[in-house]
């Protein structure tokens, strides 16, 4: 198909130029795959490269270099905000004990089956999470919990990464759907709402059926000897059934309840479900080894354990869904005024505050800190000096991917501020053709990975899916679909969230690891969800 | 806290300060300048990929 990119203020279309521009991407994933550099270094060589392919391929003035770079730093202070809250609230947590009675619960619980375990907490668990507040903090509390429970931090984050993500679009009360709403054309179309939330949500469920399998394919890289025999078609039962539950529970979520609650009662049927049903299966049943008694293991129940937690979840609910709540913390705000900027070709990004405000979830992870820090005071289990300890563990474990975190945005943003993202999915957009339905996940996976979130690759590419959609004459509910599913799926494979993956795990450096699987499973999944949509166009589906 | 997070801190906390700079330096326009806060951000992403 034929698109003007000088009418969109874009150099025109060639092969040479969009290979360009697709070159810090390239570059970041040779560094950290091949060479094995850490992706702060590769963030770092990457915005060199984008700085100077910004400046003469896309005609980026020093005013939109710098401009880029102050907003690509300014985006991570959210990130680092939950990064280091949320390691501090672990490790008070940690400081108590806690751990190991949650471990013993869910080992209780779960009948000692690992792969329960696995499942109900690297998916079911971050997707409740998800449902009320996204931004990596599902990754965050779910990793150290598997951890705690003895997992490999690798599986551990990886496990997260996979799990939350197929909540993206429907969790965080919708954020996600309504940047996808708001950014296409659909707000002229009376009940598109409606419409684009059952194809989207029969498109994500699609997409937790590929999650679950890859979990259960990633968890069998961690077996070996016995451990590993069969132990694919021993997780299968469990993999359909909560594919199905939360599949259907999303879908009927979005459709009955509310898109913006989706996720949110995806992942608490799915977590209800599974807890109770599932151990109760006759193949899962007393199928795991005992827990072993622990001599020192701490003499308080599971509720106050969890007590953190569930302090961080109250916390969020209210400031999230008490309305007066949110106005009052949603007022207080800070931020700077990013200029308008104009590229040669006439690329325009205009001016707007950038700010921050009171809702922001590192600041309710604090906020859930001290009162966690309180609780655990008043129950007398807080260690003399764990305070001083939980700031001085996550100054160590959270520098790393703070770090990675600026590196890899600052060029990211650069690369968005240019016009260098739109034209790559612009290219994409003009050779496709009538295999668009296969490609258009991929646009929403470059959005991911080049954002870290599902909400900004939506807010980026919704409106160029639409106008594909709209010239090729097929359904925009499935082209948005396969974009909002692709952009949420492709968190897992994000630096930004392998780098938080990495800060909450201790494992600082392995973000090209992380990537490299979670990367394969992305490609995978985003051409299972493009040969769906091409599947449904075919057959005339989703016109309105 | 050991040197090496120490380092890195320092590095991160440099790129934020520059960044505050470059913001109060690209609202004047004066192309000299923002080329001259280019480069000195590009000095400090250099002195944070050295930290890490």
Not at chain 1, 306 to 331: E, M, N, R
Request: positive net charge; charged residues 10%.
């Amino acid at each position: 198909m034929n698109l003007d990119m000088t009418a969109l203020g874009l150099p025109s279309m060639s092969a040479v130029t969009w290979l360009l521009a697709m070159l810090p991407l390239i570059l970041v994933l040779v560094l950290m795959f091949m060479f094995k550099m850490s992706g702060t270094r590769a963030g770092v060589v990457a915005w060199v490269l984008t700085l100077a392919i910004a400046f003469f391929v896309f005609k980026a003035g020093p005013e939109i270099l710098s401009a880029g770079t102050i907003k690509g730093v300014w985006t991570t202070l959210s990130v680092l905000f939950i990064i280091w809250s949320s390691m501090f609230l672990y490790n008070i947590v940690n400081e108590t004990g806690s751990f190991k009675v949650i471990a013993s619960t869910f080992t209780k619980m779960t009948n000692g089956n690992r792969i329960l375990q696995l499942l109900l907490l690297g998916w079911a668990f971050p997707t409740f999470v998800q449902g009320v507040c996204g931004f990596g903090v599902p990754v965050a509390v779910a990793t150290p919990l598997l951890i705690g429970l003895g997992f490999d931090p690798m599986l551990s984050v990886i496990t997260a990464l996979l799990g939350h993500s197929w909540g993206i679009t429907f969790g965080s009360l919708g954020a996600s759907y309504e940047a996808l709403i708001t950014n296409s054309d659909l707000g002229t179309l009376v009940g598109h709402r409606e419409h684009l939330a059952f194809w989207g949500s029969i498109f994500i469920a699609f997409g937790g059926v590929i999650v679950g399998f890859c979990i259960l394919h990633n968890y069998g890289r961690y077996l070996s000897g016995e451990e590993k025999n069969g132990y694919f078609g021993k997780g299968l039962p469990a993999v359909i059934f909560l594919s199905v539950v939360m599949g259907v529970a999303m879908i009927a979520g979005c459709s009955f309840v509310s898109p913006n609650l989706g996720c949110f009662v995806a992942g608490s049927v799915g977590l209800a479900a599974g807890s109770l049903v599932l151990p109760r299966l006759p193949m899962y049943k007393g199928s795991g080894a005992a827990a072993a008694e622990d001599p020192d293991m701490p003499k308080f129940g599971f509720l106050t354990a969890f007590g953190g937690y569930l302090i961080l979840f109250v916390i969020v609910f209210a400031a999230l869904l008490i309305p007066q709540a949110k106005a009052a913390l949603a007022s207080v705000k800070f931020g700077y005024n990013a200029i308008e900027t104009v590229t040669g070709t006439g690329f325009l990004r205009k001016a707007g505050f950038q700010s921050l405000n009171l809702t922001t979830p590192g600041f309710l992870i604090v906020v859930s800190s001290i009162f966690a820090i309180l609780f655990f005071k008043g129950k007398g289990i807080l260690p003399e000096g764990a305070i001083g300890r939980s700031f001085m563990n996550t100054a160590k474990q959270s520098i790393g991917s703070t770090t990675t975190v600026i590196s890899m945005t600052m060029m990211a943003v650069v690369m968005t501020e240019a016009g260098m993202t739109q034209y790559i999915a612009y290219g994409i957009a003009a050779v496709a053709g009538p295999v668009f339905p296969i490609l258009a996940p991929f646009i929403g996976l470059l959005g991911g990975f080049v954002t870290s979130s599902g909400t900004s690759s939506n807010v980026l590419f919704a409106g160029l899916q639409y106008s594909v959609a709209d010239a090729l004459k097929i359904s925009p509910y499935i082209i948005l679909a396969e974009q909002t599913t692709a952009s949420s799926l492709s968190n897992s494979f994000s630096p930004g969230n392998a780098a938080l993956g990495t800060g909450v795990s201790n494992q600082s450096g392995k973000e090209g690891d992380i990537l490299l699987v979670t990367g394969i499973y992305n490609a995978v999944q985003s051409l299972l969800v493009g040969l769906l949509g091409f599947l449904l166009v075919k057959l005339g589906l989703g016109l309105y | 806290m050991s040197p090496v997070v120490k380092k890195k801190l320092l590095a991160v906390a440099v790129l934020f300060v520059v960044a505050i700079a470059m913001q109060f330096i690209v609202v004047t326009g004066n192309v000299t300048l923002i080329w001259a806060s280019i480069a000195v951000m590009a000095g400090a992403a250099g002195f944070l990929y050295t930290a890490c």
